[in-house]
């Protein structure tokens, strides 16, 4: 499985961006997946994380301007980012990790720990300057 995230860049204060995370070697409908990012010399923060079966959870203080979504159709996941922020400055991960099938129904923790994600993309560069 293959994770290769894309659509960072340097944007002023305010912007947007919409950042994609194209998976390759599965599909897209059989992962539990999660955005993170780390800022410059501060560890990596879980943004949203997304069920396969398409329920979200985001760290409280990424709601409002951050909005997750996906399309089986391209296996392809998305983050676009709104009003950015100087704060907003960091590399962003999408990660993977398969989900569970307990009794028919698939299952994922919804988790936005790190470690308990599996795949990893290489991260997308997001600065956010005047």
């Known amino acids: 499985v293959q994770l290769v995230e894309s659509g960072g860049g340097s944007v002023q204060p305010g912007g947007s961006l919409k950042l994609s995370c194209a998976i390759s070697g599965g599909t897209l409908d059989t992962f539990c997946m999660a955005w993170f990012r780390q800022p410059p010399g501060a560890e990596r923060e879980g943004i949203v994380s997304?069920?396969?079966?398409?329920?979200?959870y985001y760290r409280d203080p990424m709601k409002g301007r951050f909005a997750v979504s996906k399309d089986n159709d391209k296996n392809s996941l998305y983050l676009e980012i709104n009003n950015l922020k100087s704060e907003d400055t960091a590399t962003y991960y999408c990660a993977a990790e398969p989900h569970l099938v307990l009794g028919g129904t698939t299952v994922c923790a919804m988790s936005l720990v790190a470690l308990q994600y599996t795949y990893w993309g290489q991260g997308t560069q997001v600065t956010v300057s005047s």
């Open positions: 997304l069920g396969s079966d398409g329920s979200t």
